[in-house]
């Protein structure tokens, strides 16, 4: 029994360790569980949350763009969207497809994207295989869904433009949005989210889209729902009114048929743009629906320029309509008074170069006034060169050009309003008087846009009231400052370009209005695009139409109606048009008529409403 | 009385008990503390259910009910019937596995049952028993002196060996060395010398290379690596471990209450019925949950402890401590792998984790101890007979 007492003393000994051993062990499990447990719990409670939570984005409606009658520009429409879910169909995903296929046409690549995309997806994720239907097709679709498991109809929202021709410049269109483009706004990350990528849309995006609600939502370990369990609707887009009368807009884009050019049409006195105009235009609609790289190479290659808002970026020499500018600094200065009589010959020398009016027979002496109603270059060579350069500038400067008028929509250019100093900076030489000469006239290194044409006259229509253009309708308008110019000195070059429409002598007379609607006072335009050589001078001058299209003169008017109560102020060009008196001011003088038509309609119905 | 009346070759006498003395020497609070621990293993399967019975807890309460009959019907039966028939039973287990080896029943790429049509069982669970009743039957006719001898552990390392190699060929890692530490322990009891596990440790840790390269399954590897680096392939195998940590984790000191475990309830946590249920548990209820849950255990095992010390016979001690620190690896390993101490190895958690042969082991386990615990004050000579024998 010895052996055994020793065997039962060793058992004793060992259990004790054994137990010692368990002990520790327990307190490392106690230990680890604290650990777990309260050191790093809150981690963990962190970690368990966003397993569990879910937050889906809701896109808010985007908002509406009216005109300024209330006329949808841009609106959401209802789209339905086909979409697939995988785990519900009954056969394979090629079987629903093809069943689904005898409704619309699926194309072998829409069942590639559609099989791969299943693929990358969870079986209860649906994937859309067809979108943009239409009412017919999804109805179709509804009525086949017992013989279509798996497939059903989504409906979202789509932006479309009704006038998407007629409005693509000024109301810009929507895109997907692109990786530069994200800025932390979880809208902007959603799948098919859209953002504005011209125009009012671009410029008013943030107003537009509103701010994106969302949806917490339990899901479990597959990312399915389980619950909601909080929802917010998040806020709406804000709707958007344009100063824009579509009626004149669409209008105005119809008369320029297949012409490239730009048309402004303003109010003077508060600087709402009623028509903005680039021809030729495109449908804005396109680039939302996806637009393909045939019609996308159309675009872009068309020399016609059609994605380019010419009213605002395009920069064209100002030609014959500058000389209202140039008139004004010639007064102010003393140089020249409305009575001021120079001799006209067709030609004039400076040095050994030869200055050519338009007219090479000469319109002999004449004035201020008459100078601007026939328009003559000898008249303003010689006036230019008198005044200077610089005080021309300055004069141009005063009325807005050479700098960014600031309309409220992106893309615009400055245009360029050259001095000494300025040549001196960027070219290295002096300033030639030839150069002061041809500025005279609007030509040599002087760019506008036909916005910034629009404003001068305007301001010289409105009494030298500072204006600013803009798109989006305005409850309130700061008076503006005026310009430093004196009425009398505007008043003789509105008298001159009164002549211009009203005079038989006027470039524009054919293109006047009726007395009825207050007539209209403008100032034509034609600027060469290429040099005409002293041998074609000598031989006989090519007419336009033996140019070629991209060589030919553009076409420019310029001008403000009722003559004696200034409402609007119109601006055209008509690119490689030919003359402005037969090609640009036909058109403005459409337009204007239109515009005056419609705006007494509008004071007549005031005037009946406030009699009622 | 006893219920097996018994023949050749060791004879017993009848037994000195009366079936009255036997039912009053039952330790009912050992028996309550198992039933606690079942009630919150059923409770906390109600709440993997999302709050059902079905499928599983409905399930675990019956073969619970069942199981507790057997402790009774075990705890009331002779100590020295178990002696006598150890190596039978442990022989006829070793059958059972290589049978199992043979025609059985595949499961989760891993063959481990037999399916009787009613019933599947699961030989190395039951192996777990029958070899501490085999080392217990066979130290307890050896003395110390033997015992620190090679030539004597000769046979028990061979006991010990083939139902291993048995297990790991299935392959079952966590049974295997659950087996080898349970076989550990009771090596360790009977004074084998100190320094022959360490040889034993160093010749296992110098196999592991060839193990690692030669035995261990790839998954099984994948386990150990991702043990070691659970954030290496976070959706991947490292997945069970992160979502294990949260899972626990953010139960915090209180838990998020009864059925409010979000973590299991929307199957972040993987396995969340059998091996990870502890998870599941403190994350309702918390870390107090799940320190009463330990301090549930820590009882059965001292309790085992006392049994043990308080025994006569040398079989009984054995049998008793074999078992006790076999339920303590069990609930050590477990838990151990949920928090991420050891490598996920397939331990399931006793009396709470899903599983009818797990449960059934226990319970024999349990009533064996009871058994032990009956028969405390009986004598039992050397070649396994009474005493005066």
Same mark, same amino acid.
Request: aromatic share 10%.
């Given at each position: 029994?010895?052996?055994?007492?020793?065997?039962?003393?060793?058992?004793?000994?060992?259990?004790? &360790?054994?137990?010692?051993?368990?002990?520790?062990?327990?307190?490392?499990?106690?230990?680890?569980?604290?650990?777990?447990?309260?050191?790093?719990?809150?981690?963990?409670?962190?970690?368990?949350?966003?397993?569990?939570?879910?937050?889906?984005?809701?896109?808010?409606?985007?908002?509406?763009?009216?005109?300024?009658?209330?006329?949808?520009?841009?609106?959401?429409?209802?789209?339905?969207?086909?979409?697939?879910?995988?785990?519900?169909?009954?056969?394979?995903?090629?079987?629903?497809?093809?069943?689904?296929?005898?409704?619309?046409?699926?194309?072998?690549?829409?069942?590639?994207?559609?099989?791969?995309?299943?693929?990358?997806?969870?079986?209860?994720?649906?994937?859309?295989?067809?979108?943009?239907?239409?009412?017919?097709?999804?109805?179709?679709?509804?009525?086949?869904?017992?013989?279509?498991?798996?497939?059903?109809?989504?409906?979202?929202?789509? *932006?479309?433009?009704?006038?998407?021709?007629?409005?693509?410049?000024?109301?810009?269109?929507?895109?997907?949005?692109?990786?530069?483009?994200?800025?932390?706004?979880?809208?902007?990350?959603?799948?098919?989210? *859209?953002?504005?990528?011209?125009?009012?849309?671009?410029?008013?995006?943030?107003?537009?889209?509103?701010?994106?609600?969302?949806?917490?939502?339990?899901?479990?370990?597959?990312?399915?729902?389980?619950?909601?369990?909080?929802?917010?609707?998040?806020?709406?887009?804000?709707?958007?009114?344009?100063?824009?009368?579509?009626?004149?807009?669409?209008?105005?884009?119809?008369?320029?048929?297949?012409?490239?050019?730009?048309?402004?049409?303003?109010?003077?006195?508060?600087?709402?743009?009623?028509?903005?105009?680039?021809?030729?235009?495109?449908?804005?609609?396109?680039?939302?629906?996806?637009?393909?790289?045939?019609?996308?190479?159309?675009?872009?290659?068309?020399?016609?320029?059609?994605?380019?808002?010419?009213?605002?970026?395009?920069?064209?020499?100002?030609?014959?309509?500058?000389?209202?500018?140039?008139?004004?600094?010639?007064?102010?200065?003393?140089?020249?008074?409305?009575?001021?009589?120079?001799?006209?010959?067709?030609?004039?020398?400076?040095?050994?170069?030869?200055?050519?009016?338009?007219?090479?027979?000469?319109?002999?002496?004449?004035?201020?006034?008459?100078?601007?109603?026939?328009?003559?270059?000898?008249?303003?060579?010689?006036?230019?060169?008198?005044?200077?350069?610089?005080?021309?500038?300055?004069?141009?400067?005063?009325?807005?050009?050479?700098?960014?008028?600031?309309?409220?929509?992106?893309?615009?250019?400055?245009?360029?309003?050259?001095?000494?100093?300025?040549?001196?900076?960027?070219?290295?030489?002096?300033?030639?008087?030839?150069?002061?000469?041809?500025?005279?006239?609007?030509?040599?290194?002087?760019?506008?846009?036909?916005?910034?044409?629009?404003?001068?006259?305007?301001?010289?229509?409105?009494?030298?009231?500072?204006?600013?253009?803009?798109?989006?309708?305005?409850?309130?308008?700061?008076?503006?400052?005026?310009?430093?110019?004196?009425?009398?000195?505007?008043?003789?070059?509105?008298?001159?370009?009164?002549?211009?429409?009203?005079?038989?002598?006027?470039?524009?007379?054919?293109?006047?209005?009726?007395?009825?609607?207050?007539?209209?006072?403008?100032?034509?335009?034609?600027?060469?695009?290429?040099?005409?050589?002293?041998?074609?001078?000598?031989?006989?001058?090519?007419?336009?139409?033996?140019?070629?299209?991209?060589?030919?003169?553009?076409?420019?008017?310029?001008?403000?109606?009722?003559?004696?109560?200034?409402?609007?102020?119109?601006?055209? &060009?008509?690119?490689?048009?030919?003359?402005?008196?037969?090609?640009?001011?036909?058109?403005?003088?459409?337009?204007?008529?239109?515009?005056?038509?419609?705006?007494?309609?509008?004071?007549?119905?005031?005037?009946?409403?406030?009699?009622? | 009385?006893?219920?097996?009346?018994?023949?050749?070759?060791?004879?017993?006498?009848?037994?000195?008990?009366?079936?009255? =003395?036997?039912?009053?020497?039952?330790?009912?609070?050992?028996?309550?503390?198992?039933?606690?621990?079942?009630?919150?293993?059923?409770?906390?399967?109600?709440?993997?259910?999302?709050?059902?019975?079905?499928?599983?807890?409905?399930?675990?309460?019956?073969?619970?009910?069942?199981?507790?009959? +057997?402790?009774?019907?075990?705890?009331?039966? =002779?100590?020295?019937?178990?002696?006598?028939?150890?190596?039978?039973?442990?022989?006829?287990?070793?059958?059972?596995?290589?049978?199992?080896? +043979?025609?059985?029943?595949?499961?989760?790429?891993?063959?481990?049952?037999?399916?009787?049509?009613?019933?599947?069982?699961?030989?190395?669970?039951?192996?777990?028993?029958?070899?501490?009743?085999?080392?217990?039957?066979?130290?307890?006719?050896?003395?110390?002196?033997?015992?620190?001898?090679?030539?004597?552990?000769?046979?028990?390392?061979?006991?010990?060996?083939?139902?291993?190699?048995?297990?790991?060929?299935?392959? =079952?890692?966590?049974?295997?060395?659950?087996?080898?530490?349970?076989?550990?322990?009771?090596?360790?009891?009977?004074?084998?010398?100190?320094? /022959?596990?360490?040889?034993?440790?160093?010749?296992?840790?110098?196999?592991?290379?060839?193990?690692?390269?030669?035995?261990?399954?790839?998954?099984?590897?994948?386990?150990?690596?991702?043990?070691?680096?659970?954030?290496?392939?976070?959706?991947?195998?490292?997945?069970?471990?992160?979502?294990?940590?949260?899972?626990?984790?953010?139960?915090?000191?209180?838990? /998020?209450?009864?059925?409010?475990?979000?973590?299991?309830?929307?199957?972040?946590?993987?396995?969340?019925?059998?091996?990870?249920?502890?998870?599941?548990?403190?994350?309702?209820?918390?870390?107090?949950?799940?320190?009463?849950?330990?301090?549930?255990?820590?009882?059965?095992?001292?309790?085992?402890?006392?049994?043990?010390?308080?025994?006569?016979?040398?079989?009984?001690?054995?049998?008793?401590?074999?078992?006790?620190?076999?339920?303590?690896?069990?609930?050590?390993?477990?838990?151990?792998?949920?928090?991420?101490?050891?490598?996920?190895?397939?331990?399931?958690?006793?009396?709470?984790?899903?599983?009818?042969?797990? #449960?059934?082991?226990? #319970?024999?386990?349990?009533?064996?101890?009871?058994?032990?615990?009956?028969?405390? =004050?009986?004598?039992?000579?050397?070649?396994?007979?009474?005493?005066?024998?």
């Amino acid at each position: 029994m010895n052996r055994d007492g020793d065997k039962g003393k060793m058992f004793m000994k060992r259990a004790a &360790i054994l137990a010692g051993v368990q002990f520790f062990l327990l307190l490392i499990l106690v230990s680890r569980m604290y650990y777990l447990q309260v050191i790093q719990a809150d981690k963990y409670i962190m970690m368990a949350e966003s397993n569990r939570i879910s937050m889906r984005i809701l896109p808010p409606p985007r908002g509406i763009i009216l005109d300024r009658f209330g006329e949808p520009l841009a609106v959401n429409n209802q789209n339905f969207r086909v979409q697939i879910i995988s785990e519900q169909t009954s056969g394979s995903l090629v079987d629903a497809l093809d069943s689904l296929g005898k409704i619309i046409p699926l194309s072998p690549s829409d069942y590639e994207y559609v099989q791969k995309e299943v693929k990358r997806k969870r079986a209860f994720v649906p994937v859309t295989v067809a979108e943009n239907l239409t009412w017919e097709k999804m109805a179709s679709i509804q009525l086949n869904a017992p013989e279509l498991p798996g497939i059903n109809i989504d409906e979202g929202l789509t *932006r479309y433009y009704p006038y998407g021709y007629e409005t693509a410049h000024v109301v810009g269109y929507v895109g997907p949005v692109n990786e530069k483009e994200i800025t932390g706004d979880p809208l902007l990350e959603l799948p098919g989210f *859209r953002k504005g990528k011209t125009g009012i849309e671009a410029q008013y995006d943030l107003p537009l889209r509103g701010s994106g609600g969302f949806r917490k939502i339990e899901v479990n370990v597959l990312g399915r729902e389980i619950r909601e369990l909080e929802k917010n609707k998040g806020i709406p887009g804000a709707q958007i009114d344009l100063t824009l009368d579509i009626r004149l807009q669409k209008y105005a884009l119809e008369q320029f048929k297949k012409n490239s050019g730009a048309l402004i049409l303003m109010d003077v006195d508060n600087g709402d743009i009623l028509a903005l105009v680039s021809a030729p235009s495109f449908d804005a609609n396109i680039f939302n629906t996806g637009i393909s790289n045939d019609e996308w190479q159309k675009l872009a290659s068309d020399i016609r320029k059609p994605l380019v808002n010419k009213a605002i970026s395009g920069e064209y020499s100002p030609g014959s309509t500058f000389k209202m500018i140039v008139a004004l600094a010639a007064l102010e200065s003393g140089v020249i008074s409305s009575s001021t009589e120079i001799y006209c010959g067709g030609h004039m020398e400076l040095g050994s170069h030869r200055f050519h009016c338009w007219k090479p027979e000469g319109h002999g002496y004449l004035n201020l006034i008459e100078a601007l109603a026939v328009s003559c270059d000898i008249y303003f060579y010689e006036v230019a060169r008198k005044v200077g350069i610089d005080k021309i500038a300055d004069m141009a400067k005063r009325f807005g050009l050479g700098v960014k008028q600031e309309i409220d929509i992106p893309g615009e250019k400055s245009g360029l309003v050259p001095t000494q100093e300025w040549k001196k900076r960027v070219f290295h030489e002096p300033w030639q008087q030839g150069e002061t000469m041809l500025t005279g006239i609007g030509q040599s290194y002087i760019t506008t846009t036909p916005l910034q044409m629009a404003m001068v006259i305007a301001k010289i229509a409105n009494g030298g009231k500072n204006i600013k253009p803009h798109l989006i309708k305005k409850a309130y308008v700061d008076e503006p400052k005026n310009i430093k110019i004196s009425k009398h000195f505007l008043n003789i070059v509105k008298q001159g370009m009164n002549d211009v429409m009203n005079d038989p002598q006027g470039t524009a007379f054919y293109s006047r209005i009726p007395n009825q609607l207050g007539g209209m006072s403008g100032k034509t335009g034609t600027t060469q695009v290429r040099r005409i050589s002293m041998k074609e001078r000598e031989s006989r001058l090519l007419t336009q139409e033996e140019l070629a299209w991209e060589e030919r003169n553009h076409a420019l008017f310029v001008g403000y109606a009722p003559i004696n109560n200034p409402k609007y102020a119109i601006a055209v &060009i008509v690119e490689h048009g030919g003359g402005g008196a037969s090609v640009a001011a036909p058109i403005a003088k459409n337009v204007m008529e239109k515009a005056l038509i419609l705006y007494q309609e509008e004071v007549k119905n005031k005037q009946n409403k406030i009699k009622e | 009385m006893s219920v097996f009346s018994v023949t050749n070759p060791l004879r017993l006498r009848k037994s000195e008990l009366s079936f009255k =003395d036997r039912f009053k020497n039952i330790s009912w609070l050992y028996i309550f503390i198992v039933t606690l621990i079942a009630s919150i293993g059923i409770i906390t399967l109600y709440s993997v259910a999302n709050g059902s019975m079905d499928p599983w807890a409905s399930k675990q309460l019956i073969r619970f009910a069942f199981g507790l009959a +057997l402790i009774v019907f075990i705890a009331m039966t =002779d100590l020295r019937i178990w002696i006598r028939y150890s190596y039978i039973f442990y022989f006829f287990t070793l059958l059972l596995l290589i049978y199992v080896e +043979l025609f059985g029943h595949d499961a989760m790429g891993a063959q481990r049952w037999i399916n009787l049509g009613f019933i599947q069982i699961q030989p190395s669970e039951l192996m777990k028993i029958a070899l501490v009743l085999a080392l217990a039957r066979f130290f307890h006719g050896t003395s110390l002196q033997e015992n620190e001898t090679f030539k004597t552990l000769l046979i028990p390392i061979i006991l010990v060996a083939l139902p291993v190699l048995l297990v790991l060929k299935q392959p =079952d890692l966590g049974t295997a060395v659950m087996l080898t530490i349970s076989a550990s322990v009771v090596f360790f009891l009977v004074g084998v010398q100190i320094w /022959k596990f360490g040889i034993v440790a160093l010749l296992a840790l110098i196999s592991m290379p060839i193990a690692w390269n030669f035995f261990l399954h790839d998954y099984q590897k994948q386990r150990v690596l991702t043990f070691l680096d659970p954030q290496k392939d976070p959706l991947g195998a490292g997945y069970h471990i992160i979502q294990s940590h949260i899972t626990l984790g953010s139960g915090s000191i209180f838990g /998020k209450g009864f059925l409010q475990g979000t973590q299991s309830s929307l199957n972040f946590l993987p396995e969340k019925h059998t091996d990870f249920i502890f998870t599941v548990f403190a994350e309702e209820f918390g870390m107090i949950g799940g320190l009463l849950l330990l301090a549930l255990y820590i009882a059965l095992i001292i309790f085992g402890f006392y049994i043990a010390l308080r025994c006569t016979s040398f079989f009984g001690k054995l049998l008793a401590l074999g078992l006790t620190a076999n339920l303590f690896f069990y609930v050590f390993i477990n838990v151990a792998m949920v928090m991420g101490i050891v490598p996920v190895v397939g331990v399931p958690l006793p009396l709470i984790s899903y599983g009818g042969t797990a #449960m059934m082991t226990h #319970m024999i386990s349990f009533g064996l101890i009871q058994c032990v615990f009956v028969n405390k =004050d009986i004598q039992i000579g050397r070649s396994g007979a009474n005493p005066d024998n």
